[in-house]
């Protein structure tokens, strides 16, 4: 009889640790499926803030109003804009290609929700005077109906530093 005790020990030891391991396993595939998902709506959303931008400097409304929830809110210079308001300022501007440039982006996931942090820098004017203004930004973006929609979006002048 202490035998089969000293056996039943044993196996509770072993079955503990199997079941410690296991445990172990799922939080880390878990986690290792999150880091996942996060990198690719990190992917998604740098795409979408390249697509924006490929957008207004072609004035192409389609593509933005895909991009734009329609509650959307903007913030520049202090003004609030509606996506109304900002569709009707790139159509009646003059195209620019490839005058806006992206620089660093950081994109933070939480759940169905991202924010993305950057710079970009605008070239205008032409000529000799040109004029290079930097710009930081924060963008909010939401998964709904299958993809990620700006919602809110803040753009500032940036020092050159």
Known sequence: MPLLLAGTTVGAKHMRTACLWLILACATSRSSAQEALEGDAAAAIRTLEHEWVEGQSSNDNRALDLI????????????????????????????????????GITVRTFGGTAIAVGTYHEKSGSGSKTHLKRWRFVDTWVYKQGRWMLVAAAAAPSSSK
């Not at 109304?84 to 620019?96: K, N």
Request: aromatic content about 12%; glycine content about 6%; hydrophobic content about 40%.
């Open 68 to 103: 734009f929830d329609n509650a959307l809110v903007y913030v520049e210079y202090g003004k609030l804009i509606t996506k109304g308001e900002y569709l009707s300022r790139v159509r009646a501007a003059e195209p620019t290609p490839s005058q806006i440039v992206m620089e």
